[in-house]
Structures are given as C-alpha cells and as structure tokens.
C-alpha cells in the first residue's frame, strides 16, 4: 500500500483564488510528521509547512495552510491567494514515529499546480 | 546562512565511468540524506547517515551504488560502473533530528545533480 497517496496530478487555478492539493497518508504509528515541500521549474525542493501527528492545531505559515484531518489521515495543503510564482511541483511527505529513529521521509508522487492570470 | 551544498549540479558521462556526487550538509546538521528523483519512481531514499554513520541504507539500488561520509561536512556517492537506468536527479538532504530537538524539523535540500548516462 502506498504509504503516501496524492491523487490529483495536475491542478489548475486562477491567481488570487484558494487551492487545495490532497494528501492522505497510511501509518499505523502514532507518532508521525507530514510535510508538504514546493518544487519549482528549477528543479530545488523547497520545504513550505509541517503538521504534526498530535497537534491540535492545523499549521499555518503565511499563505500555506495544511488541513489536517487525523481520523481520515489526510493533510491536504491549502493555498490561499493563488500567485504566478505557486506554480510548481508540489509533494507530501511523511516521516513515521521520528521518536524511534526513523527519520527518512516517504514522498507522495506529487501534484503539478499551475497558477493562470 | 549556506544550505546544502551539492557538486556538480550536472553530469553528463558515458555508462560504465565512474560517477561521484558531492554533498556539502548544513553546519549543525546530524542527519544527511540521499535521494533520487525519476519520473518513474518518484523520490526514493537511498540512503542516510546520522552522525556520519549509515543508519539505512535499504535503498541503495545495487553494489554499484556506495556512499560515505568522512566527516560531518561532507558526503559522497558514488556509482561505479554507471549505467543508463542511473539517470536521475540525485538529492542530498541533512537535518538535525537529535533526540532533544522537535520533531518538526524539516530536511533542508540541495538544489540536486542531474545525471545523465549515455
């Protein structure tokens, strides 16, 4: 099973509109860590937000915000005002009970976002 | 402050020459990690270290892959003899992921090598 699942290849949005690009996770740890990274034409892998398995809180960091919904395993990543410069690769990530040593991410097979004027 | 470091950003070479990538972690950093990138298979672990031990390296394709990590600021891997299924963009990540810091640690990214094997 695929421990990192992003079902939408492609996503299309106007500039200035809020996007959501999805990501459920599997893992049967309780301890886990989800990150969401952006990778633009140039090819670098930018980190953008982090959710952790016991926060309360959904994560915020300026524009980016993660919608985390722990009973259905899914950390979709939402971008508000949409910017020319959003379009990219973007990739969920996953790193499974880090308390234990495991500290490698798994990657999702990412979502293409381009952003239209 | 420096990120991570990796040389070259592009390798052209013919299959069967040896190929070295370099990785330059973070100052600080304990953890660093190897990935490639292809269409076909995503980003996939090849290998980490924590402090400069190899911890998993599950991931490694084959005995023609081997990576090492002198010391703290410096890692390489290299694939002898290279082979055309070897192109790909190789990643080098670190991170601080010590017992004490917060789980929320990301894994910093160098801009990658893109290899090509003809």
């Known amino acids: 099973a695929q421990k990192i699942t992003q079902t939408q290849p492609g996503m299309f949005v106007q500039e200035k509109e809020a996007v959501t690009l999805d990501c459920t996770y599997d893992t049967s740890d309780q301890s886990y860590g989800l990150f969401w990274y952006k990778q633009p034409s140039s090819g670098e892998m930018i980190f953008l937000i982090y959710q952790g398995s016991y926060d309360e809180q959904n994560a915020t960091e300026g524009r980016y915000s993660l919608n985390f919904q722990k009973a259905r395993k899914s950390a979709n990543l939402v971008i508000s005002a949409s910017q020319l410069g959003d379009s990219a690769m973007y990739f969920c990530?996953?790193?499974?009970?880090?308390?234990?040593?495991?500290?490698?991410?798994?990657f999702g097979s990412g979502t293409r976002l381009q952003v239209q004027p | 402050d420096a990120g991570v470091i990796q040389s070259p950003r592009h390798e052209v070479t013919e299959m069967g020459q040896e190929v070295t990538l370099r990785c330059k972690p973070i100052?600080?950093?304990?953890?660093l990690f190897w990935y490639r990138q292809t269409m076909m298979r995503g980003l996939e672990l090849l290998i980490y270290?924590?402090?400069?031990?190899?911890?998993?390296d599950s991931g490694m394709p084959e005995d023609r892959f081997s990576a090492k990590m002198p010391n703290a600021s410096f890692s390489t891997l290299k694939i002898q003899p290279s082979e055309p299924r070897d192109s790909a963009v190789y990643f080098c990540?670190?991170?601080?992921?010590?017992?004490?810091?917060?789980?929320?640690?990301?894994?910093?990214f160098g801009d990658g090598t893109r290899l090509s094997i003809l």
């Open positions: 270290f924590n402090n400069n031990v190899p911890i998993d």
């Open positions: 100052s600080g950093h304990n953890s």
């Open positions: 990530a996953m790193r499974e009970a880090p308390d234990t040593g495991r500290r490698a991410l798994t």
């Open positions: 990540a670190s991170s601080n992921l010590d017992p004490g810091a917060h789980h929320n640690q990301p894994q910093h």
